[in-house]
């Protein structure tokens, strides 16, 4: 059963990736938009990390204020972002004009939303979840031989406990010192039972005991991760958000020299 399953779910992605190929996009390198902050630049696009999308007919999380915090000494480095749930490039399109040299990889298992090109973003229809189809996304872009880390992760994909957890397991060795690791809606899995699909720690849960010093056991986390966040994190920042359910946290790598 889960071998048809599984079958189902490759063809359904390989439809939605053809699909997306053949769609027409909007080309940002053609834009001249002249936006300072990150939060301009995430209603522009039609972000709900911005303050309000849409000429303020929208409220958005607000979650901007706190990535301008965190991430304006990359301003003008040269960095790599992935994004996990990119939805439709919204927020890659506003990194792009904020960080001027940044290269973005955008995943997301539903590629028909993304409606944004540039030649600094990079887009893959791909399962955040499955591990093997992360290997070859990470063989595909030439990873390990050339890019080794990236600067900034965030997740923001289907913010269901388990994904959020195999996503911070798989993908958190490869932040960059000094960077970081960003998981969006963090706390999802508390307000919605549906989201909660695992018997294991929540995010807020695995937190807590990083604070407090506690010991982590996790089915979804392994003990190399978890040595790797006990150790080398330097600062956890949480923060709500405009909402009651919006909420966010950076996870900050230390800087080894």
């Known amino acids: 059963m889960n071998t048809i399953q599984d079958n189902l779910n490759f063809f359904s992605l390989f439809k939605r990736n053809l699909l997306y190929k053949f769609k027409k996009k909007i080309n940002i390198d053609l834009d001249n938009i002249k936006k300072n902050s990150l939060d301009e630049l995430f209603s522009y696009y039609g972000s709900d990390k911005a303050n309000s999308i849409n000429d303020d007919k929208e409220q958005g999380h607000g979650f901007s204020k706190f990535y301008e915090t965190h991430l304006k000494p990359f301003k003008n480095k040269k960095i790599k972002i992935l994004e996990i749930g990119a939805y439709s ?4 399109a506003a990194f792009v004009k904020f960080f001027p040299n940044t290269e973005i990889y955008c995943l997301d298992i539903n590629l028909l939303n993304f409606k944004y090109s540039s030649k600094k973003i990079n887009v893959y229809g791909a399962n955040s979840s499955n591990n093997s189809m992360m290997l070859k996304f990470l063989s595909k ?42 998981i969006e809606d963090y706390k999802f899995a508390n307000y919605f039972s549906h989201l909660n699909d695992v018997d294991d720690l929540k995010i807020d849960e695995l937190i807590k005991k990083i604070n407090n010093q506690e010991n982590i056991i996790s089915k979804f986390i392994s003990e190399n991760t978890i040595n790797d966040i006990t150790r080398n994190n ?5 923060y709500k958000g405009n909402t009651k359910i919006s909420d966010i946290v950076f996870f900050e790598k230390k800087t080894i020299f």
């Open 234 to 238: 330097k600062n956890i920042f949480e």
């Open 141 to 182: 872009i030439n990873f390990f031989e050339s890019i080794k880390y990236f600067d900034i992760i965030i997740d923001d994909g289907s913010h269901i406990q388990s994904d959020q957890l195999i996503a911070l397991d798989f993908f958190y060795k490869h932040v960059v010192n000094g960077g970081f690791y960003i």
């Open 89 to 92: 490039g919204a927020s890659a």
